[in-house]
């Protein structure tokens, strides 16, 4: 048997994954924003008239629930890379994987007594779906996923057109909530991977512009019909948000794995691949920092255009800190705890160490 040595080298690491994975949480911080700010009876309610409304709508859009899909997507490219490096190694990929889920559920679980909307906990319990398709082929996989999808598409839309039909049914209610989109996201960050999609982008560059083609009408009428609800203020918003998330998140995933593999490009997001790299530790600090920029600017209630001020703010200082960081350690802090619980042993060597949420 091989030793085990856990972590992964940086040239190991795949540039885009990192990324991708800073602008998840750029987009994170703007849903989360608002809800550091816990209204309580009597608080006045934020102001969504004029430009707040506008940019209100415009994170319905474009961010709302898409930026956690696009997270989710790496989460699930992440079970499958860690796991097959796991084996190849001669360790237990689903034991070990199955122990990083417990370990990434008790740090989710800390991190909820601090922050109500924390994620972590969740994502930790729904990735346990994930380890029986550790041995399944891809193409049965593709087949879970497409089912998966077409059911959690059908549920919205009968809750939205439909609520009498859907009202009865447990099981399709399931289907139409997050925590199914989540692991459909998942599900398809792992077959992504599985497939080398994301290890060799270039070799799969006409099926990547398939997933494009085919997401971006749908993104664009979704997008039309959100805008039109948020002026109307339909009941069925969230319903409408949910329907967009997933062919958005792939629009998004698809464009941007082929844009970052031109260097000219890349170049500029290195800095935000810092972020990316010590995610655990980024996510995290977005609740405490996020939080002290509410209590300096003395708000009572966090308005659409204080969010937009927090998220910039506090991404740029997490991409400061992140750089600074990495001159200096090789890995964030918190991930460095996560590995710890994952293996019960000490990092070996300075260069082998650089995990994020994976």
């Known amino acids: 048997m091989n030793t085990v040595n856990p972590s992964i080298t940086q040239q190991e690491r795949i540039a885009a994954l990192d990324m991708i994975r800073g602008l998840a949480l750029f987009g994170i911080l703007f849903i989360n924003a608002g809800a550091y700010k816990v209204i309580v009876e009597g608080t006045p309610m934020p102001d969504y008239t004029g430009l707040n409304g506008i940019i209100s709508s415009l994170i319905d859009i474009f961010v709302e629930k898409k930026f956690f899909s696009m997270f989710s997507f790496l989460f699930g490219a992440g079970f499958y890379i860690f796991a097959s490096r796991a084996e190849s190694r001669g360790d237990k990929p689903r034991l070990r994987f199955a122990r990083r889920l417990l370990a990434l ?84 960050g792992f077959l992504a991977a599985k497939a080398r999609w994301i290890s060799r982008p270039n070799d799969f560059s006409k099926q990547m512009r398939t997933v494009r083609l085919v997401s971006l009408p749908c993104f664009i009428g979704i997008s039309i019909w959100t805008w039109y609800a948020s002026q109307g203020h339909d009941p069925h918003m ?11 998140a792939y629009f998004y995933l698809a464009s941007l794995f082929q844009l970052l593999q031109h260097d000219r490009i890349a170049k500029y997001f290195r800095p935000i691949a810092r972020v990316g790299q010590m995610a655990l530790t980024n996510y995290w600090a977005q609740s405490f920092i996020g939080l002290a920029m509410i209590s300096l600017m003395n708000l009572e209630t966090v308005s659409p255009v204080h969010i937009v001020i927090i998220s910039v703010l506090t991404f740029t200082i997490q991409i400061l800190y992140s750089v600074v960081w990495f001159q200096f350690f090789p890995m964030g802090p918190l991930e460095k705890v996560w590995r710890f619980m994952t293996y019960g042993r000490k990092p070996l060597h300075r260069e082998h160490h650089n995990e994020a949420v994976s």
């Not at 008790?106 to 550790?134: D, K, T």
């Not at 609520?163 to 989109?181: C, L």
Request: aromatic share 16%; no cysteine; glycine share 6%.
């Open 105 to 188: 559920f008790l740090l989710g679980v800390i991190h909820f007594l601090f922050f109500w909307g924390s994620i972590l906990a969740v994502y930790a319990v729904i990735s346990f779906l994930l380890i029986p398709f550790y041995r399944v082929k891809a193409s049965t996989t593709a087949r879970w996923l497409g089912a998966l999808i077409f059911i959690h598409i059908i549920s919205l839309l009968l809750d939205i057109f439909s609520p009498e039909i859907r009202g009865f049914s447990q099981v399709t209610a399931f289907a139409g909530n997050d925590a199914a989109a989540i692991f459909i996201m998942f599900l398809s």
């Open 238 to 248: 969230d319903n409408i948000i949910a329907l967009g998330a997933i062919p958005a």
